[in-house]
């Protein structure tokens, strides 16, 4: 198992019902094309991925993502990404979420009182749109959480100076103000256009490159 192709970090970890990765560029899959191929080629590496992590391979759920703010509540595993949505929630253990960036920013969210977990892309316009936010609201209204519990991580993502717009800021104000705890709020400052051997960026390689992906979940016991 190839830990330099992937990422965890301590917020997440500390909470030992939840499993999560963010998966890095892979070294030799060839990404010069169009979105659509480069998923289809990085799909049994990603499906890989969810199984070390102790998922069946059939269990990981995906959003279209369209850049919009709608999150979708998963109950059981779909064999096609969830259309118009771009961000994705549950309480049903066993599920892997997965959300694909290439510099937007992948938003891990868990609730380790009632076993809610969710995730979110949000780049631009999804902060813009406050869409971290929405799902928080959703996982209060679905599942009861309480913003005060629930643990946010924001992944990599472009930043400035690569970028003019600081959308993780953005991130974080929307999600303090929907109650998240400050103690609870962790964003790992990584750029995404700062080593293109580890990640993909979508500025950097004008359009023509692969997706990270962000898998959050939890083990049915």
Known sequence: MDDSLWMTFPLLEALPDFQHRFILRHPTIPVDAERAQVVERLWEWHRQQAVEMGFDGQALCTAEQV???????????????????DGL????????????????????????????????????????????????QKMVEHFGSDPANIRVQVGP???????????AAGIRQSC?????????????????????????????????????LALMGRLAV
């Open 176 to 212: 303090l103000a929907a109650g998240i705890l400050p103690e609870h709020y962790e964003d790992c400052g990584v750029c995404t256009s700062s080593d293109l051997q580890r990640f993909y960026s979508y500025r950097m390689e004008k359009g023509r490159t692969g997706r990270l």
């Open 157 to 167: 993502c472009i930043r400035p100076p690569a970028y003019e717009v600081d959308f």
């Open 89 to 136: 929630i549950t309480r049903t253990s066993g599920l892997v979420l997965g959300i694909y960036v290439a510099d937007c920013g992948a938003v891990f969210l868990a609730d380790p009182v009632t076993g809610a977990y969710g995730i979110v892309h949000s780049g631009k316009k999804g902060s813009e749109l406050g869409i971290a936010a929405v799902a928080i």
């Open 67 to 85: 850049h919009g703010a709608e999150v979708a509540v998963v109950n059981e595993p779909l064999k096609d990404a969830i259309p118009g949505v």
